[in-house]
């Protein structure tokens, strides 16, 4: 018999199947599955938007044949998480970085007889809006000619946000199509695809829930928002917010939110309004960080533009998977570089954005860079530091220098 390409464990799945019949039921989580897809047989594709920490547990378990899902390869460095998800035979893949084994594992996975998932945005997204979608990702659906089941999560970005760190009760509810079967992959063009799958796995969560207006059960629906808003509408000020329980402000000029229990913005005290909601203010805060950036570079600053002080950092061990503390360090922004300061150390580490692979958000306060081959982990001094923001930088720089293939896809410049 010929050796599976990312075998399970059946225990482990059963385990797994277990915790999820129990987690789906508790959080009263609904799924909305047509006969196309009960019926549908392995192999097929399951391409859907991406929002919370439990997505592919909770998409997965839904459907009637098992899926293999692509992770980030960040997911892999617990030990304890690497050990469920190997067993579960999830194939890991680099953030951002052009990676062909990756193709060849999902080939092989297909040409086996079962089913791959894959979020195409990416990224968990942090707004609840479905970010934009790489084009290469209908090239991958014409290379496997196989079905495409596309499961959209709604409700998702209140639930189970990726800026907070526990969930919140409300009401959640995935909604499974066929999209495509193996005839119209075959018979449509990779544009005509695109333009298909882009509309279908679409979700925009703010105007989902202006008409649903579910209630948030929870006392901490302001907490950790400052993972996704880190620029003060009032004072410009860049990750100096603190957050706790319903309400968040800025530390610099007082600007205040309270979040009502449909999760939309109010202000505290009395004052101007500047967004009901996450969506708005963060897409604005972006394209203000964008021209902030761009206006630095054309006037050759040599200055820091921001820094992360006082922050942990661990690197990637020779062997990929581990990593280790190598010491507290103030993070560095500049136009050309990052600057890795060691505080209790006469030790500095460049990192020239010319030779930075990739840099992107994990969980959290987590950020990672890849740097010649090897991961950085940089974790912020206390909840609530911004990763994004080192993420919106590096790709203006990356544009600017003209080092388009660095680009991440999600990110609209």
Same mark, same amino acid.
């Given at each position: 018999?010929?050796?599976?390409?990312?075998?399970?464990?059946?225990?482990?799945?059963?385990?797994?199947?277990?915790?999820?019949?129990?987690?789906?039921?508790?959080?009263?989580?609904?799924?909305?599955?047509?006969?196309?897809?009960?019926?549908?047989?392995?192999? !097929?594709?399951?391409?859907?938007?991406?929002?919370?920490?439990?997505?592919?547990?909770i998409?997965?378990?839904?459907?009637?044949? !098992?899926?293999?899902?692509?992770?980030?390869?960040?997911a892999?460095?617990?030990?304890?998480?690497?050990?469920?998800l190997?067993?579960?035979?999830?194939?890991?893949?680099?953030?951002?970085?052009?990676?062909?084994?990756?193709?060849?594992?999902i080939?092989?996975?297909?040409e086996?007889?079962?089913?791959?998932?894959?979020?195409?945005?990416?990224?968990?997204?942090?707004?609840?809006?479905?970010?934009?979608?790489?084009?290469?990702?209908?090239?991958?659906?014409k290379?496997?000619k196989v079905?495409?089941v596309?499961?959209?999560l709604k409700?998702?970005n209140?639930f189970?946000p990726?800026?907070?760190y526990k969930?919140?009760?409300?009401?959640?509810?995935?909604?499974?199509?066929?999209?495509?079967?193996?005839?119209?992959?075959?018979?449509?063009?990779?544009?005509?695809?695109?333009?298909?799958?882009?509309?279908?796995?679409?979700?925009?969560?703010?105007?989902?829930?202006?008409?649903?207006?579910?209630?948030i059960?929870?006392?901490?629906r302001?907490e950790y928002?400052?993972?996704?808003?880190?620029?003060?509408?009032?004072?410009?000020?860049?990750?100096n917010?603190?957050?706790?329980?319903n309400?968040?402000?800025?530390?610099?000029?007082?600007?205040?939110?309270?979040?009502?229990?449909?999760?939309?913005?109010?202000?505290?005290s009395? +004052?101007?309004?500047?967004?009901?909601?996450?969506?708005?203010?963060?897409?604005?805060?972006?394209?203000q960080?964008?021209k902030?950036?761009?206006?630095?570079?054309?006037?050759?600053?040599?200055?820091?533009?921001?820094?992360?002080?006082?922050?942990?950092?661990?690197?990637?061990?020779?062997?990929?998977k581990?990593?280790?503390?190598?010491?507290?360090?103030?993070?560095?922004?500049?136009?050309?570089?990052?600057?890795?300061?060691?505080?209790?150390?006469?030790?500095k580490?460049?990192?020239?954005?010319?030779?930075?692979?990739?840099?992107n958000?994990?969980?959290?306060?987590?950020l990672?860079i890849?740097?010649?081959?090897?991961?950085?982990?940089?974790i912020?001094?206390?909840? +609530?530091?911004?990763?994004?923001?080192?993420?919106?930088?590096?790709?203006?720089?990356?544009?600017?220098?003209?080092?388009?293939?660095?680009?991440s896809?999600?990110?609209?410049?």
């Open positions: 018999m010929k050796k599976k390409h990312y075998p399970t464990s059946l225990f482990i799945r059963f385990i797994t199947h277990i915790v999820f019949t129990l987690f789906t039921k508790y959080y009263g989580i609904k799924a909305r599955i047509p006969e196309s897809v009960k019926n549908l047989k392995a192999p !097929y594709l399951v391409l859907g938007n991406h929002v919370g920490y439990w997505d592919p547990f998409i997965g378990y839904f459907l009637p044949e !098992y899926t293999h899902f692509v992770s980030s390869d960040a892999f460095r617990n030990p304890v998480i690497r050990f469920f190997t067993k579960l035979g999830t194939i890991p893949k680099r953030k951002s970085i052009k990676d062909t084994k990756v193709i060849r594992d080939i092989s996975v297909i086996q007889g079962e089913n791959i998932g894959i979020f195409a945005e990416a990224t968990r997204n942090w707004s609840g809006k479905t970010q934009k979608i790489d084009p290469s990702i209908s090239k991958l659906i290379l496997l079905p495409v596309v499961p959209v409700g998702m209140l189970n990726r800026w907070a969930i919140r009760r409300t009401n959640v509810e995935i909604e499974y199509k066929l999209l495509f079967t193996e005839a119209d992959v075959i018979k449509l063009s990779a544009n005509e695809i695109y333009d298909k799958f882009s509309k279908a796995v679409f979700h925009d969560e703010v105007e989902y829930q202006r008409n649903k207006m579910n209630v059960h929870s006392r901490k302001a928002i400052n993972h996704a808003l880190y620029l003060c509408p009032e004072c410009k000020s860049i990750d917010f603190s957050a706790k329980g309400v968040f402000y800025c530390r610099s000029c007082g600007y205040d939110i309270y979040i009502n229990r449909y999760g939309f913005f109010e202000r505290k009395f +004052g101007y309004l500047y967004f009901d909601n996450i969506r708005d203010w963060f897409y604005l805060e972006n394209k960080l964008i902030f950036i761009t206006k630095k570079i054309k006037t050759d600053c040599r200055d820091i533009i921001f820094e992360d002080i006082s922050s942990k950092v661990y690197v990637e061990a020779k062997n990929k581990d990593l280790f503390f190598t010491g507290f360090a103030d993070i560095k922004l500049y136009t050309d570089k990052i600057v890795i300061d060691y505080t209790n150390k006469n030790n580490i460049i990192l020239p954005f010319s030779d930075i692979q990739t840099i958000p994990q969980v959290n306060e987590r990672e890849y740097y010649n081959n090897t991961a950085y982990r940089i912020g001094n206390k909840p +609530g530091i911004s990763a994004i923001k080192w993420e919106i930088a590096a790709n203006v720089i990356w544009k600017l220098s003209g080092q388009y293939s660095k680009l896809s999600y990110i609209n410049l």
